[in-house]
C-alpha cells in the first residue's frame, strides 16, 4: 500500500490554534520587568548565574542593538509596532528544568499536558525539551542516547556544562551584529536547546522543542546551538504555540547550526503562533565539507513573520536545502525565503517555497543566492509557488540570484496559481461542499512537501490548514 | 424512482441553450441522448449537475421525488447523481484515493469516520474487477493524465461512489477502443434495478458497448426524437443534417431561438 496510514485521531501537535488559546495564572520568581536597559541585562545574567565573558557578549550585543535602526530594506512599516518599553524580556519560575514531568511544577505540567507533549515524547521522540516563557521546564532524552554521548540541554546548561563545545560555536554562525534582532536575541537570549552529536553517532528519532509563551507583552528569545561532529546526524524539531492576548508578543530567536564534515543535520519548525506576535527570527547553519544541512519550515499564525533559514556552504560538496510552506490569513504577513552562500567548489542548494494566502492575507518569498566568480561545479535550484485564494489576497516574490563566472549552474522557477472555478465545481460534484473542495486543493497545492514531515506532523499540518481555510469561501 | 426533468430552460448569461427538455428516467433504465455539437447535450448535463455558470430559467428536475435545482453541487451529489465529466479537472497532489477518501466520507452522516481497512479493500476490489493497477489509485487525480486515463478515473470514481443516477457527458470523445470498452465495461457492472443511467454522445460508436433502453435526439435545446437502440444506428447511417434543417441549427441567432 503507497498510501500513508491512517492516524487520525491522534492529535500529537495540537496544533489547533483553539487549543492552543489557553493560558495560566503563574507566579514568576523572576520578572525582569518591562523594557530593556543595561540593568535588564544584569538581572538576566544574576538570575542565570551567566560567567562574566558571557555578560560582556551581551552587553555587547545590547549596545548594538540599542544603536541599529530597524531594518528597511525587505521590512515592512509593521515593525514599528512594536514598543521595545512595553515588553517583558525575562520571566521565570527560578527552577531547573526537570527530568521527570512530576518534577515540573504543576501548572506548567498542565499546560504541556494539553499540548500533548508528554504523549508525544512517549510516542515517537529521542528527547523533549519544553520551555516556558524564558526557561526550559522540562528537558530529557533517552537514557541510550546520553550514554553514547549526545548532548540534549537548555543553552544555559550548555555553556554552564560544556563550555569547550559551547563557546567555540557560540555566535559564530550568525554574530550579534548580523541584524539588529540577532543582536536583542544575543542581548538578552535564555533557554533553547544546546545539542552535540559525536562523530558518527546516527540519531534516529527525532529531538523535539516546545516552545510556549505564556504570558501577556512578553517577549521570547530562545537561542539553539546544533553541533553535529564528523558523519553524524540528528533530526530536530520545534513546535510553538502562544495563546491570544490583547497587546502584541514579541519572538526573537537565534538557532546556529554548525554541521562538520559528512554530518546531516535537519530541523523542522511547525509554528502557529497566535495572530499577534511578531515573529522575528535569524535561523543560519554552517556546512562544512560533504555536509548536509535542511531546514523544513512552516509558518502558519503571527501577525508578521521574517524568517531566512540560511546555509553557508562552507565546504567542498555541501549541500543546503531549504522547503518552506507559509500560510497567511487576514491580517497576517509571512515574509519568509531562503539564504543560500555558496564558498566552495562542487556545493549544491535547493529552495522549494510554497505560500498560500487566504483572505487579506500576505506572503512574500525573499530569497538571496550567491556563488561567487571563482567557484567551480556549484549547482543551486530555487522554486517558489504561491496560491492565491481569494480576490483580497497578495503574494510577491523577491528572488536575488547572483552567480557570477560561468561554471555554475542556477535555475528559478516562480508560479501563482488560484483553485480555478471549475477544479471547485468537479469535486463539489464527487459530493465535497466547497470548504473541504477549496481545503483539499490547498493540501494538494503543498502535498510534496508535507511528505517531507514527519508523519505525525504531516497530518497535524493537514488539520491545521482545514482549520485556517474555514470561512475562506462564499 | 426516477430522476424527472419537465420543461427545462436554462441559459449561459443572456443566450437560452435548453429550450424545454422532458425526460424521465427509471431506475434501472439506460437512457442514451444524441444529437449534433452544439444542441445542448453538455449543457443538460451541467445544468443537472448544478455548474454555477447555468442559469435555469423554467422547469423542474427532481430525484426520486425530491426536487434538485434548488441544491448545492455538493448535496445533488451526495443525493445520489453522478457526472462524469467530458474534460475532467486536473487536481495536482491529491491522490484518486485520498480524494475518493474524502467523497466518501462526506456521504457519512456528521460525526462518523470512514473505516480505512474497509474503503482500501472496496476501492482494490473495483480497481481489480474494472483491470486497473493498483499504484494508479496514488497518482494525483487526472494531474498529466492522457485522455484514456482521465475516463479510466472517472469510471474508478463512478464505480465507488454508486450514484442512484449516472451521466455520462461524452465520456467517449477522443478515446481508442481499449479504453472505450474500459468506459463500457465500467457502466454495464453498475446496471441493474437499481440505477438509472444517461449518456450523452455525438457517436453511435458507444453504444455498440452500452446497449440503451431509450435513445433521444437532441436539436437546438429540445428532444425532438425518441426511440429505441434502433434509433442510434439510424443516425448513424442518416447524420443529423435533416433533423437540424427541420428543428432549427444552434447557428441561428440568439433572437431566433427564443422565438422573438
Known amino acids: 500500500m503507497t498510501e500513508q496510514p491512517d492516524a487520525a485521531g491522534t492529535n500529537l501537535l495540537q496544533l489547533d490554534r483553539n487549543l492552543g488559546d489557553f493560558h495560566y495564572d503563574v507566579k514568576y520568581a523572576y520578572d525582569a520587568g518591562t523594557g530593556l536597559s543595561e540593568q535588564t541585562v544584569d538581572y538576566i545574567c544574576d538570575a542565570k548565574g ?20 530597524l531594518p528597511t530594506h525587505w521590512a515592512s512599516k509593521q515593525l514599528e509596532e512594536i514598543d521595545f518599553s512595553q515588553i517583558r524580556y525575562y520571566l521565570a519560575h527560578g527552577q531547573r528544568a526537570g527530568r521527570t514531568w512530576e518534577e515540573v511544577p504543576d501548572e506548567v505540567k498542565r499546560t504541556f499536558e494539553r499540548l500533548g507533549v508528554p504523549e508525544q515524547e512517549r510516542k515517537f521522540l529521542a528527547g523533549v525539551e519544553a520551555q516556558f516563557d524564558s ?19 537548555g543553552s544555559t546548561e550548555g555553556l554552564h556544562k560544556h563550555p569547550e563545545i559551547f563557546r567555540k560555536w557560540f555566535g559564530k554562525v550568525i554574530p550579534p551584529g548580523d541584524n539588529k534582532f540577532a543582536a536583542l536575541n544575543s542581548a538578552v537570549f535564555s533557554g533553547g536547546s544546546f ?51 490583547d497587546s502584541a508578543t514579541l519572538h526573537s530567536a537565534v538557532v546556529e547550526l554548525v554541521a562538520l564534515p559528512g554530518a546531516k543535520i535537519q530541523y523542522i519548525t511547525v509554528q502557529n503562533w497566535s495572530p499577534n506576535v511578531f515573529n522575528l527570527v535569524t535561523k543560519r547553519g554552517m556546512a562544512m565539507e560533504n555536509a548536509e544541512i535542511r531546514w523544513i519550515d512552516c509558518n502558519i499564525g503571527s501577525r508578521l513573520t521574517m524568517k531566512y533559514p540560511a546555509v553557508i556552504l562552507r565546504g567542498r560538496k555541501a549541500r543546503g536545502e531549504v522547503l518552506s510552506i507559509a500560510l497567511a490569513n487576514n491580517g497576517q504577513h509571512q515574509d519568509t525565503g531562503a539564504k543560500m552562500i555558496h564558498l566552495a567548489d562542487e556545493t549544491t542548494s535547493n529552495i522549494v517555497a510554497k505560500s498560500i494566502s487566504i483572505g487579506a492575507g500576505r506572503s512574500s518569498y525573499r530569497g538571496q543566492v550567491t556563488i561567487p566568480r571563482h567557484l567551480k561545479g556549484c549547482k543551486n535550484n ?38 480555478s472555478a471549475e477544479q471547485v465545481f468537479y469535486m463539489q460534484q464527487r459530493g465535497l461542499p466547497e470548504s473541504e473542495a477549496m481545503s483539499l486543493s490547498v493540501n494538494g497545492f503543498i502535498n510534496d512537501l508535507v511528505r517531507e514531515f514527519p508523519m505525525e506532523y504531516s497530518v497535524e499540518l493537514k488539520r491545521l490548514i482545514d482549520l485556517e481555510m474555514e470561512g475562506s469561501v462564499g | 424512482m426516477s430522476l424527472q426533468i419537465c ?20 431506475a434501472g433504465e439506460t437512457h442514451a441522448i444524441m444529437g449534433p455539437n452544439g444542441s445542448g447535450k453538455s449543457t443538460l448535463a451541467k445544468v443537472l449537475s448544478g455548474h454555477p455558470d447555468y442559469e435555469v430559467t423554467q422547469g423542474s428536475v427532481s430525484l426520486d421525488g425530491v426536487p434538485l435545482l434548488d441544491r448545492e453541487p455538493d448535496e ?16 495536482p497532489g491529491v491522490s484518486i484515493a485520498n480524494f475518493l477518501r474524502a467523497a466518501a466520507q462526506a456521504r457519512l452522516p456528521e460525526g462518523e469516520s470512514l473505516s480505512v481497512t474497509e474503503f482500501y479493500q472496496k476501492l482494490y476490489h473495483e480497481m481489480d474487477a474494472l483491470g486497473m493497477q493498483r499504484q494508479f489509485s496514488s497518482r494525483s487525480l487526472n494531474a498529466g493524465f492522457s485522455g484514456g486515463e482521465k475516463k479510466r478515473a472517472e469510471v474508478l470514481q463512478l464505480a465507488m461512489l454508486r450514484p442512484r443516477y449516472g451521466i455520462l457527458d461524452e465520456t467517449d470523445s477522443g478515446l481508442d477502443i481499449d479504453a472505450l470498452k474500459v468506459v463500457a465495461n465500467g457502466v454495464n457492472r453498475l446496471r441493474g434495478p437499481e440505477v438509472g443511467f444517461l449518456i450523452i454522445t455525438h457517436y453511435q460508436r458507444l453504444l455498440d458497448y452500452i446497449t440503451p433502453d431509450f435513445v433521444h435526439v437532441m436539436v437546438a435545446g429540445r428532444i425532438v426524437q425518441s426511440g429505441g437502440p434502433e434509433l442510434a444506428l439510424e443516425l448513424e447511417r442518416r447524420g443529423y443534417g435533416s433533423l437540424e434543417e427541420r428543428y432549427g441549427s444552434p447557428n441561428l441567432s440568439p433572437l431566433a431561438e427564443t422565438g422573438v
Request: hydrophobic residues 40%.
Open chain 1, 50 to 69: 551567566d560567567p562574566e565573558w558571557l555578560r560582556e557578549f551581551r552587553k555587547r550585543a545590547l549596545a548594538i542593538f540599542l544603536r541599529e535602526p
Open chain 2, 7 to 26: 420543461d427545462l430552460h436554462a441559459r449561459i448569461v443572456e443566450r437560452p441553450i435548453l429550450r424545454g427538455i422532458s425526460l424521465e428516467i427509471r
Open chain 1, 135 to 153: 526557561e526550559a521546564a522540562y528537558s530529557n532524552m533517552k537514557d541510550a542516547l546520553r550514554d553514547q554521548g549526545v548532548i540534549f540541554v
Open chain 2, 76 to 91: 445533488r451529489a451526495r443525493m445520489g447523481l453522478f457526472l462524469a465529466f467530458q474534460y475532467p479537472c486536473e487536481i
Open chain 1, 382 to 419: 530555487t522554486e517558489c509557488d504561491a496560491l492565491l485564494i481569494n480576490t483580497t489576497s497578495r503574494t510577491d516574490t523577491y528572488p536575488a540570484i547572483t552567480l557570477r563566472g560561468n561554471q555554475s549552474a542556477v535555475q528559478h522557477e516562480a508560479s501563482v496559481s488560484k483553485i
Open chain 1, 195 to 245: 545539542i552535540y552529536v559525536p562523530p558518527g553517532l546516527k540519531v534516529s528519532h527525532p529531538l523535539q522543542a516546545y516552545f510556549r509563551i505564556n504570558a501577556e507583552s512578553f517577549g521570547q528569545f530562545e537561542r539553539t546551538l546544533i553541533i553535529a561532529d564528523e558523519g553524524s546526524e540528528v533530526t530536530y524539531m520545534e513546535g510553538c504555540t502562544a495563546p491570544r492576548f
